[in-house]
Each structure stands twice: as C-alpha cells, then as structure tokens.
C-alpha cells in the first residue's frame, strides 16, 4: 500500500469516527435539552410528588331548595370511618377493635365483611357514618394501630324532608368500581365523596357536584410527615332552585296516609309544579348513609312499592277522571250542552249489554247532569256517535300521552288510543266496544298521575301549560288552548256541580269561607270480572284482597270560578274502602292548606294519629316489626350494586304486573267485552261513599 493510500484510509477511519462522536454527542444533547425543557413540567410533577402527597377534599355538594329558599337538601358536618381494603393488613384484628370504638352489631359487621369481600382494592369501605365527636376522636387517636383505617372529617347529605321528598330528590351514594375504572377520576376513590344515585341528585350532578379541593403535606422518601403546605379548599357546587312547595310537599306526603299512591300540584298560572309525592317511600337518608340488606329486602318485598315513584313510572287506566275531558270533546264535535241521553242502566250494543255504574239508572240526562252523576250511559251513546276518533286529539291536547322535558331518568307516558293506533299495534280495526271502553277512561287509555294534574289544570286554565321543576322566572307565557273558551265554561261549571251540586264527589266540600273547588271522581277496575261474577253479583271492594281493588282517582282545582291551583291524586288498590283515606277528602285536604294552613294541619292532626303516626313512626315500626320477623343474615351483594330505587328489581316486578293487568283488559276488549261490560265501579251515590268507616287505624298488610 502507498503512504497517499494509507493516509487516505487514515482520514476516512479519523471522518468516520468524528462523525460517529458528534453524532452520539447531539443525541445525548438533544436528549437532555427534551428532558430538561420539553419533559421539565413532567419531571417536577414527579418530583413533587415524590416530595408532598396531595389528599383530594370531596367538594361540598350545592343544595336544593324550595321555592321560597327552605332547604330540601343541604349538608351537615360528618365525622366517618373507612377503611382501605389494599391497606389493611390484618382486617380480623382491625375490625374487633372498630367493633369495640364503633358499638358495631353482628349484622354492620357481616354488611362490611361482605363488602370487603367483593370491593376493589383501591376503593374505600365504608365503616361508619355520621358518628359523634368521641366515637370518631376514639378512632383517629389509634389510626397508628390501624392501618388501613381511614377517619375522615367532611360533609354529608341531609334531607330534612325524609321519605316525603324521596322520590322528588332520590339520594347520594358512593361511587362504583365501574364508574372510576370509566372515567379514572381519582375523587371517585376519595373516601366520603358521593356522587348521585337516583331522582334530581343523579340528573343534576353536573350542577350539584362542585370541584374537588386538595390538602398538601410535604414528607421524606420514607413518608414521614415534614410539614403540612397550602390547602387549596373545595368549590361547592352551585343552589337548585325548585318549583317545589316544601311546607305543601310533606303536608301531601302525610296527607296520603297509609295509601300507595301519588299526589301532584300544579300553580294554574305559570306550569309551576308545588308538590310531587308518592307514598308509601324510603328515607333517603338511610339510603345515602349506606341503607342494610335487611331493609332493602323490607322495601323490596313491600306490596306498596315504596320504591316505585309513583307519579312517573305508574300507569293507570283514568277511569271517570276523563269525563269532564271527554265532554269537552263532544261540545267540539258539535254535540249539544243540552242534548239528553236517556239512562236506563244498561245499553245494548250488537250481542252485548254494557252497564252505567248506577244498577237503576240515572233517567234523562244532559253533559253537565252526566258529567255531576258520572253516568256511563251518556258517554258510551255519545261517544258512539261521534267516534272516538273525535275525543283522541282533545286527550292528547289537555296533556293525556304527552311527554314532558322534566328532570327524572325514568317515565312512562301511557296511551291515547285511536283507530290508527290500534291498526299498527294489533293489525285489527277499531270496535264500537273500544270506543264505550275508552269513554269512561278504561280498555287502552291509560295514564300516569302527573299527565292527570297537566290534565286538571289546562281544563282549568284553558292554556297549554308546561309543566316545570325548576325554578324559571323568564318561563314564557302559556298560549291557549285551541278551543272554545265557552266550552270550557260549560265543563267547569259541571265539575263544580260535582262536589258543590249533588254529585259525585261531595265529600271535596271545601271548608274555606269563600273557596270552592272543582273536581271529578274516578274508579279504575284492574282485574278481570267473569260473566259467572257478573250474574252472582259483582264483589265489592272491601271483599276483595288489596291488590285486587279497584283504583282510586281525583282531579280536581280551585277556586272555581278562578282557578289558581289544580291537582291529581290516585290511590293504588283503594277501592273507596275508607272514607277520610279516599281521594276527595284527600284533594279537599291538598287544596285547604293552600288556603288556610291552618285548618289544613289541624284536620291532619285529628286523624293522623288512627293511622299509626306520622310516616317516620310508621315506618320505624314497620322496621322494626319486619327486623323482629326476620332473622339476619349473612348478605350476598349484588353484582351491580349501583341499581337506583327506581329501577329495582322490585319496581320491574311491579311494571311487569301493570302491563300484564292492561294486556288482560285489552285481551277483553278485543273479546266484546271489558270494564265497560260492568260499568266504571264509581260509589253510586255520596251517601254510599258516607257508609264507609272514617278510618281503620295503620293499613294491615295482606
């Protein structure tokens, strides 16, 4: 080789190698530049967290108050033990111990261990909530001798209403392991952070839950504790505002009794909701403090579904409440105020006869005497004659089927049956029988309690009101109703003659110098009647199983002459059988402490006590009777344990037997047959509603 090749070979090896130098050299100066610029704000986040361990603060829900500001849902302090599963090293020995600080019983014990057994790791067990200052001081002082354990010191849902706001508010609960692995927020891991579960706390969680806050202590790598730094403090979140009467809503909620059943308050001027209640309920503070198997199983196995709100998610046929609605119509169709009909008990139709509630008949009678006396008759000749197609669109117009945009996950809308509907849903054409079914609110039509006040107070309004929950004041003004105001005039005069002339619902009197109030009474059959009963004799209520009785329904507004408030109430399985437990003394009742609070109060206290106390009496005797009969066990949870009251299996069982109850009806209608073979099951007359016994004392169970 040449010395000009050997130094050519030289500097190619010495190019070689430079350029290998400088480029391992701009790796590791491109590196450390990207990671102490680029990666600077992740790198000190290490850091720092390596030097001070943050604890989120659980943000301080917003409350829900009433229309005039009083509470409905607020907050109270709350001293709380928890404990961690992954950090517990000798659970046994830590629960003993926690059993002596807590007063822990048998059955707290055996609900922790099952939740241990079936919780993440990483999400905390609650121990005890709600304890008193020397219970709580008793933990914290021994948390070396408890790892795991967690005492907390926060904020805690308070309902001051109880079970009367249950199913309007619904309740807080933690959050499930589900919801976190989802969302991986870590306030879902915050021990005493809730989160909503069912009613306006679950569908305004975004509103209600404010933002977290974080409490900071610096520590040594071993996380010895060197100092506590700045706390950054919770936001809490924002007031819901209702439509909401708090005072009438518990008085409703009292009123009730011990009746399943629904009531709802309508303000006739704006839409406004002042009360929704349904009876019998839970109390959403055992439910938000952690509620036991024993008392779910209660709730669950109750044949009064306190579970189920009522005024949502039950569906009725309305029975004689859709007269006064159904003359509306017919005024429309051009039917005369003054055209008799000629009521002789019973009609016969092809190869049926179908009855009036009224063995002997009413005579002659006229729309607003028919509508007074709840004559079958007059309503199955007039509606035969115009069709039922004419009556469909004023149902559908007074709010029977709408859908409204209210704040609840679960409703159901019911139907207003036609020709149409009927044609897609059966593929058979509409009948005469459907149309005599359908004239005295029974066959297809069916209903929920809240579509019945939007029907009471358009009825007495004759706007299209909108019904609201929360609080508006821009709400735009209701337009009116399409419909003569004349035939309006001539329905509420009728309904006024139904408690103030002699008619049907008489015992609604109202007691106020100077307020009347305008009703109409109504009765839904919900079992199957044989031709072999209907020829013995039909059976009455108070002969029949509780869940076999007829409803009970009232609609209702007042004053009369310049309607203000309007109101529904419907009482499962009440079949009339007690006086001052019926809708009319019920609504009269309603409607009096709008008036005269008062006198409302006073004639609750009269009778309250015959029905075992007040609900929170009632329903502590009815746990304790039930715990007293039932031994507790061992509970299995469920694998969702994040199923809301309102839609527990208890309350699918219950939906399941009310679409079943209305598939027989229609299985009898579609046979010839039907309520109407028997007639809407109405009191004949007040003086038999006066027959009934004024009370019974607590409702036995059957």
């Not at 607020?74 to 926690?98: G, H, M």
């Not at 009742?589 to 009778?607: G, H, N, Q």
Request: hydrophobic letters at 40%.
């Amino acid at each position: 080789m040449t010395e000009a090749a050997q130094s050519y070979s030289f500097s190619r090896r010495a190019w070689l190698l430079g350029a290998g130098q400088f480029g391992l050299g701009s790796i590791l100066i491109g590196r450390m530049g990207y990671l102490a610029i680029a990666q600077n704000e992740h790198y000190n986040l290490l850091a720092e967290s390596n030097r001070v361990s943050m604890t989120m603060i659980p943000p301080r829900r917003g409350w829900i108050v009433d229309r005039n500001g009083q509470p409905i849902a607020s907050n109270r302090t709350d001293f709380r033990v928890d404990v961690i599963p992954d950090r517990l090293e000798d659970p046994e020995r830590v629960l003993a111990q926690l059993r002596g600080l807590l007063s822990l019983t048998d059955e707290d014990l055996a609900q922790i261990r099952a939740e241990l057994e079936h919780s993440p790791g990483f999400r905390p067990v609650e121990i005890a909530e709600n304890i008193d200052w020397d219970r709580f001081a008793a933990v914290q002082v021994r948390q070396p001798e408890l790892p795991g354990v967690a005492p907390t010191r926060g904020f805690a849902r308070h309902y001051p209403g109880g079970a009367a706001v249950a199913h309007l508010i619904g309740y807080v609960g933690a959050a499930t392991a589900e919801q976190y692995k989802k969302t991986r927020d870590p306030l879902y891991v915050t021990p005493g952070f809730k989160l909503g579960k069912d009613g306006l706390e679950k569908t305004m969680e975004p509103l209600l839950r404010g933002t977290a806050g974080a409490r900071r202590v610096e520590v040594t790598a071993r996380g010895k504790l060197v100092k506590e730094l700045a706390t950054r403090p919770d936001l809490p979140g924002r007031t819901l505002r209702l439509t909401i009467d708090a005072g009438l809503q518990e008085y409703a909620a009292r009123r009730l009794g011990t009746n399943s059943g629904s009531a709802v308050v309508f303000d006739c001027q704006t839409g406004e909701m002042l009360a929704m209640v349904s009876m019998p309920a839970y109390d959403p503070n055992t439910f938000s403090e952690g509620i036991s198997q024993l008392e779910w199983k209660m709730l669950s196995e109750d044949d009064h579904v306190p579970l189920m709100n009522k005024v949502t998610q039950g569906l009725y046929p309305p029975g004689s409440t859709v007269k006064p609605m159904n003359g509306l119509a017919l005024l429309a169709a051009g039917v005369g105020a003054d055209e008799r009909v000629f009521c002789s008990g019973a009609m016969r139709v092809g190869n049926g006869v179908f009855h009036c509630h009224k063995r002997g008949g009413h005579g002659p009678l006229d729309l607003k005497n028919a509508i007074m006396q709840s004559c079958d008759i007059y309503f199955y000749e007039m509606v035969r004659r115009v069709g039922y197609d004419r009556i469909a669109p004023i149902a559908r117009e007074l709010g029977l089927g709408q859908k409204f945009e209210l704040p609840f996950s679960t409703q159901r809308y019911g139907t207003v049956p036609d020709s149409a509907w009927k044609q897609r849903k059966y593929k058979t054409d509409w009948k005469v029988a459907d149309s005599l079914n359908a004239s005295i609110g029974q066959g297809y039509v069916l209903s929920n309690p809240l579509q019945l006040a939007v029907m009471a107070s358009r009825l007495a309004s004759g706007r299209r009101l909108v019904p609201t929950l929360i609080r508006d004041p821009f709400k735009p003004h209701a337009e009116p109703l399409p419909i003569d105001p004349e035939h309006f005039r001539l329905i509420r005069e009728a309904m006024n003659g139904v408690v103030n002339g002699g008619g049907t619902g008489g015992a609604a009197r109202m007691l106020v110098p100077g307020v009347a109030i305008a009703a109409k009474t109504g009765t839904a059959q919900v079992r199957r009647i044989t031709m072999a009963e209907r020829r013995s004799g039909v059976l009455k209520n108070g002969q029949l199983p509780f869940k076999l009785r007829d409803h009970a329904l009232f609609v209702c507004f007042a004053p009369y002459d310049n309607p203000r408030y309007a109101a529904a109430i419907v009482l499962e399985h009440n079949g009339h059988t007690v006086r001052n437990l019926d809708t009319p003394m019920i609504g009269r009742d309603i409607m009096t402490y709008l008036f005269d609070r008062d006198r409302a109060l006073k004639s609750l206290a009269e009778v309250e006590p015959t029905w075992g106390g007040d609900i929170t009496t009632r329903l502590a005797t009815q746990r304790a009777a039930y715990r007293a009969a039932h031994t507790p066990v061992v509970p299995v949870l469920p694998d969702d344990d994040d199923v809301p009251a309102s839609a527990s299996p208890a309350v699918a069982a219950a939906t399941d037997a009310s679409n079943a109850s209305a598939e027989a009806t229609a299985r009898d209608v579609a046979a010839g047959g039907g309520p109407a073979r028997t007639g809407s099951p109405e009191p004949e007359t007040e003086g038999e509603r006066r027959s009934a016994p004024l009370d019974r004392g607590v409702d036995p169970q059957p």
